[in-house]
């Protein structure tokens, strides 16, 4: 019956009622320039004519510690009758069930609204620095790479690389975002970094600038070298591989979006069933593909079961993570 209420015409009427004129903001928990940040604003028009009302969708940004800020955001001052939604980095998501302490935050309290993407993660160094094989990182001098903070999920990554790797290398954190970190790697203040495949500057790409050695997804992304190795097929130790699935669980929900607990919820009907519309809006998928922004959407639903499922991870694995994603 609740459901059969949900998608009435009525609440749809009641739902237009609402978000006409509204505004809605849609907070992305990193800097402008970025990923994350060039994500959302491909999306947000999208989203604005898929909900009742057409309310104007605002992209606003707010970095810091990893993208935690953003989430924190939700619960501490964000208005909760569903005009603010958030977009952040999927590190936090490793960190809040690794280390809830410090993430200061159980993601199962959240209204997840879907993920417009999977993460194709990778670590890479920049030409000429020194580290053109993956033998170089075991050498004389450690590599730095760029971090947007503790619970990003490029610092997860080193963490990774140093310590079930082996790799002799030092993650620099307090980067506002990545576009900060790529300006950093082209000063040479870094010697590179580890990222998604999505957000690499085309250039690089392009003028083969970076050299990349080692790929936390299974698969090979098109256009990524084959010689970049699984990261996974290197460890032999089944609880080195446990342990390495969940820290790298933040890749499968890629880049989420999600609204405080508490949003009514004929509103988060609504939101959900316009993100899902979104994923499926031709103009949306040939805006995206004349970005180059790929598009592998989860809906709401099955990111809300995924995090479930990462909460009942057994003690001991989580315990490890932790002390490798905590250092």
Not at 72 to 99: C, E, M, Q, R, W
Not at 286 to 291: L, V, W
Request: charged share 20%; glycine share 8%.
């Amino acid at each position: 019956m609740a459901v059969s209420l949900l998608c009435s015409p009525g609440s749809s009427d009641a739902q237009s009622n609402f978000y006409a004129n509204k505004t809605i903001s849609l907070v992305v928990g990193a800097s402008v320039g970025g990923g994350y940040d060039v994500y959302a604003r491909a999306f947000a028009p999208f989203l604005s004519a898929h909900i009742p009302g057409k309310p104007t969708v605002i992209v606003k940004n707010l970095p810091g510690a990893g993208g935690l800020a953003s989430v924190l955001h939700l619960d501490a001052s964000a208005p909760k009758d569903g005009t603010v939604i958030t977009t952040f980095n999927a590190g936090v998501l490793t960190n809040a069930f690794a280390n809830p302490e410090q993430a200061k935050v159980d993601l199962r309290g959240l209204a997840w609204l879907g993920s417009l993407n999977r993460s194709f993660r990778f670590c890479y160094f920049w030409r000429g620095r020194g580290f053109a094989t993956w033998a170089d990182l075991n050498g004389g001098r450690e590599a730095t790479l760029g971090s947007i903070g503790t619970n990003s999920a490029a610092y997860n990554d080193i963490a990774l690389l140093r310590h079930l790797l082996k790799a002799k290398v030092r993650a620099v954190s307090g980067y506002p975002g990545r576009s900060e970190v790529h300006l950093a790697i082209e000063r040479g203040e870094l010697d590179g970094d580890c990222g998604s495949w999505t957000s690499m500057p085309e250039e690089w790409l392009r003028d083969s600038k970076i050299t990349i050695h080692i790929r936390f997804s299974r698969t090979l992304v098109p256009g990524m070298p084959p010689s970049a190795a699984a990261a996974r097929d290197l460890l032999t130790d089944p609880k080195k591989r446990d342990i390495f699935n969940l820290l790298t669980a933040s890749a499968v929900v890629g880049r989420p979006y999600i609204a405080p607990k508490g949003v009514p919820a004929d509103r988060l009907a609504a939101l959900r069933a316009a993100f899902d519309a979104t994923m499926k809006d031709p103009e949306f998928l040939a805006d995206s593909e004349k970005q180059h922004l790929a598009v592998t959407p989860m809906t709401g639903a099955e990111v809300e079961t995924f995090v479930k499922e990462l909460y009942r991870t057994p003690p001991d694995i989580a315990a490890a993570a932790r002390e490798i994603s905590g250092e």
